[in-house]
């Protein structure tokens, strides 16, 4: 297909849709092979349009060594739910007419939250971006590019009344845009920030994708396959002439992932979701638990396709053995009989979870229950490193700058020709020279373009060291970790005097320290 004005002709090309690197989710960019890159006439840094069910626009980064050769385009969550797609799916990608943005009005994404930010600061955070009406954005205070961009005050506050994740992810949904179409933030653009949100489509918002999930890739395959497909395709079981299954069974220690997982899988397939709990189920509707299941399953089938999620089953059908009440014994069984009277095939899964999956009732685990099971495990040291990227994702995180490192660092891209060479070794020279961290930083910036790809290894290094000295944690201990080193710097600054929960607002030279270190993480480790 041939589109674009006079001389200016190019192709649009449809690419497969993959996950995005951990590291890139929330930045707007995707990766795809140079060859498609070429053939749709762009670059690295150039903007294209993604056109799914919905049309949105991306910047083009670098391909991913890995993905040579293949015909995937790789994005986050955030971008495939503007484009309309899911992992899987064929988008169609083309060049993109941008114009600069005059104006962008964007309103919280979440109803119910109020915030207050001058559009300046959020602007710091988005220049470069390009967006379009109705796009789902985040601006993270992650990173040096965004440098005096993240005095999120709001979030601040917010910190110490409740502690939430991090420094601070903002989802915001762009309300409109002067001119209409894609349009890039620059800094003449004027961008306004509603305090509430606003209508702008009716659809959910995805609150976990697969990219919040960290090492458990495995997992995330299997329950592709076992739940994502059938509830997409489930033409393909039907002509296939095999049941879809109706059941799945999630097991592992708690704290793993097994809730985010059934939520990933729902909202990637676009699924209604409904979660219950049970020992909930047991006690808070002692007497109607059978009634409640029944409504449970009624709302789901109307709902179709749907996911129920049941969490701690072992509660609710534990091994007859175990069994005294006679409550038990009936729930067990209006709970088998709705599952084996589940019409419209494939089209309503039900999800369960267990950390003790030999205590449950045989009879849930025959063909046509929960005949398939997905072990969701302890993460090993991989695991743990991308469950922090994800968890310190929104975090302004400062690596150190130490000499040997960044000798090392800069060795590496020296080796993988990745920046030019004579650049390189006239900085290796002025690294060697220096005397102190803060100097190896600023030799560092002042060679701009290798920069950020330095601190970004540095900062992989980091969260590496910290994956290293956690042995034995879960997704929900890195979490606790990553919340925990963002608290010993903020109670560092508060015994310094430097923040109180009384100040009105917090001084941006003192935002500006706001920088979790690999030495706040180890702190947190004692506590
Ligand atoms: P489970 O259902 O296995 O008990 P959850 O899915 O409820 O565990 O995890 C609790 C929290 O811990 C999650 O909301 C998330 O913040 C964190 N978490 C757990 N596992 C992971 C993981 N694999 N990747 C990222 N975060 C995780």
Redesign the pocket.
């Known amino acids: 297909m041939i589109f674009g004005k006079d001389e200016e002709r190019y192709e649009k090309i449809k690419l497969r849709v993959a996950e995005a690197l951990k590291r890139d989710v929330g930045r707007g960019i995707v990766r795809f092979d140079r060859k498609f890159q070429k053939q749709l006439g762009v670059e690295p840094g150039d903007i294209v349009e993604l056109i799914g069910d919905r049309t949105t626009a991306a910047i083009v980064a670098n391909p991913h060594p890995d993905d040579r050769g293949l015909d995937i385009i790789r994005m986050d969550g955030y971008i495939r739910r503007n484009a309309g797609v899911s992992i899987g799916d064929y988008v169609t990608v083309a060049k993109a007419e941008v114009q600069e943005a005059k104006k962008v009005t964007l309103a919280p994404a979440q109803k119910g939250v109020f915030i207050q930010i001058p559009g300046d600061m959020v602007k710091q955070n988005l220049l470069g971006r390009p967006v379009m009406k109705g796009d789902l954005i985040v601006a993270s205070s992650r990173g040096e590019t965004y440098y005096g961009g993240s005095p999120f005050d709001e979030l601040l506050r917010g910190l110490f009344e409740t502690m939430p994740l991090g420094f601070g992810e903002l989802k915001f949904v762009v309300v409109s845009t002067s001119p209409k179409g894609v349009v890039q933030i620059t800094y003449n653009t004027e961008v306004e920030v509603l305090p509430q949100a606003v209508e702008v489509r009716e659809e959910a918002i995805p609150e976990v994708t697969y990219e ?5 890739s495995d997992a995330i395959q299997k329950i592709r396959e076992m739940v994502e497909l059938p509830l997409k395709h489930p033409e393909l079981f039907e002509r296939l002439g095999i049941e879809p299954p109706k059941g799945v069974l999630l097991y ?1 220690p ?8 059934a939520k990933a899988v729902a909202n990637e397939a676009n699924a209604h979701f409904i979660a219950i709990n049970g020992p909930e189920i047991m006690s808070k509707f002692y007497g109607e638990s059978e009634e409640r299941l029944r409504e449970i399953f009624k709302e789901a089938e109307e709902n179709a396709p749907s996911i129920i999620f049941i ?1 701690e089953i072992d509660a609710i059908a534990p091994k007859r053995e175990e069994v005294v009440g006679e409550v038990e014994k009936r729930v067990v069984s209006q709970l088998l009989t709705l599952m084996d009277g589940l019409k419209g095939r494939g089209k309503v899964i039900v999800i369960a ?1 267990t950390n003790r999956p030999d205590a449950l009732d045989p009879a849930l685990r025959r063909p046509g229950r929960f005949d398939r099971e997905i072990e ?1 495990g302890v ?1 090993d040291k991989k ?1 743990r490193k991308e ?1 922090l990227q ?2 310190t994702r929104g975090m302004p995180l400062e690596p150190d700058y130490d000499k040997e490192t960044v000798l090392r660092v800069l060795k590496e891209l020296l080796k993988r020709k990745a920046f030019d060479e004579e650049v390189l070794k006239k900085l290796m020279k002025r690294v060697e020279g220096a005397r102190s961290d803060d100097e190896v930083k600023e030799i560092l910036k002042s060679a701009s373009e290798v920069y950020p790809e330095v601190r970004t290894r540095l900062i992989e290094g980091m969260l590496e060291r910290i994956a290293e000295k956690t042995h034995g944690f ?3 201990d ?2 606790a970790l990553a919340r925990e080193a963002a608290m010993v710097v903020l109670r560092r600054l508060i015994n310094e005097g430097k923040i109180s929960p009384e100040h009105e607002k917090i001084p941006p030279e003192v935002l500006q320290e706001l920088r979790v270190r690999k030495a706040d993480f180890y702190e947190a480790l004692k506590m």
Do not use: F, N, R, Y
């Open positions: 919040d999930i960290g090492g458990l592992g708690p704290g793993t992932g097994k809730t985010l997982l969490d979870a969701v993460p695991g469950i994800i968890h879960v997704g929900a890195l979490a």
